[in-house]
């Protein structure tokens, strides 16, 4: 059973055994934000300013937080590894406290997906996203469930498509983003709460 405590200034801090495992893929520093690679980022820090806990520790190559959602302690994790190694923050993470894939949630971008929707997915191949390919390829496992976050297809077919993940949404994205991370968040309470079909159901575009 799981409780919430409060701290000195009124606050609930988790208690009880990690269940479950958000992580947010991106990559660190300040050069990459509000890229739209970073998606997976922003709506990580999203659901830490709803919920009010803290990303403060430095554990398994990313930077952490706990807080309980559903009932549950979750850990969050940033991968500080940049993108292409998000799967050794991930992996480590699981295997310290334990916890198998399908109670590890990923949010992630996703270039098929236009700006302004999301889509969620219990398990699968990485589609392309190469942070997801490498956490699939060092747990040997694809029955994550994930959150992916739509940024838009390239606007012209011969840019670089690392050209286009690593350009900044614009003032306009930026807006259509904010009701998509408030989704994610209700997404991923609703997925560790189990009800896995109602969050499909009302978010996928």
């Known amino acids: 059973m799981f409780n919430k405590l409060k701290d000195f200034f009124g606050r609930y801090e988790a208690t009880g055994p990690v269940e479950y495992i958000v992580a ?4 660190p520093g300040r050069e990459y934000e509000n890229t739209r690679h970073n998606a997976g980022f922003m709506a990580l820090d999203h659901i830490q300013k709803k919920e009010g806990f803290e990303l403060k520790r430095l554990r398994f190559k990313a930077l952490c937080g706990d807080g309980m959602i559903a009932g549950k ?7 500080s590894t940049f993108m292409n190694k998000s799967g050794e923050s991930v992996r480590d993470a699981m295997q310290y406290y334990d ?9 992630f971008d996703d270039v098929s997906i236009d700006v302004g929707k999301l889509r969620i997915r219990l ?21 994550f469930p994930r959150v992916r976050v739509g940024i838009g297809k390239k606007k012209h ?15 306009d994205e930026l807006k259509a983003l904010e009701p998509v991370l408030d989704n994610t968040a209700e997404a991923v309470s609703l997925i560790i709460g189990g ?9 996928n575009g």
Do not use: C
């Open 157 to 171: 077919p011969d840019m670089k498509l690392a050209d286009w993940v690593l350009s900044r949404f614009t003032p």
């Open 73 to 79: 302690r979750v850990l969050f994790i940033k991968p």
């Open 195 to 203: 009800n896995v079909n109602e969050a499909m159901n009302r978010y």
């Open 99 to 107: 916890i198998p894939p399908e109670r590890t949630i990923i949010l």
């Open 24 to 27: 947010g893929l991106g990559n």
């Open 123 to 143: 398990k699968g191949s990485d589609g392309g996203q190469k942070g997801m390919h490498n956490i699939i390829y060092l747990t040997g496992d694809d029955k």
